[in-house]
């Protein structure tokens, strides 16, 4: 794959079912309709936002994201979700993604990406340029997720 095969674009709301497969496969424990009111309600209460890499047409990377404003971090593009189509990885497309992120952050005068990484994905993203957090992320989990 080329890059110059690759387009990068926000999705408006309305369009957020093109992202739903890849989404889908991310997110495994949730079902279709699970996903989709979890999208509509991040968009309504938090301002998530869903951008796309497409290849001829077909999403082939996804990236779920929201603007945060936090006392020790700034402005920042937090990252919630990010995902290539497994026949396209290995070809840029994260990285890319991660870049076309990185722009859209310093357009808004964000200063940086944050995300929490899957321990198999870490690698990845310390070759594109993630450093660890300086203090790590801790959940106090207090409802089951049968009960969220």
Known sequence: MQSSELTFEWLPREAWGLAHSLLLELRPHLSPLELEE???QQYAELGYEVAVAKSLGDVVCVAGV???LTLSRGRYLHVDDLIVEPSKQRFGVGRQMIEFLQGEATKRDM???VLEARPTAI???ERIGFEHAKSPQ???TFLSRETR
């Open 123 to 125: 690698g990845f993203y």
């Open 38 to 40: 979890r999208l509509e």
């Open 138 to 140: 801790m959940r106090l």
């Open 66 to 68: 929201r603007a945060m």
């Open 111 to 113: 200063a940086a990406l």
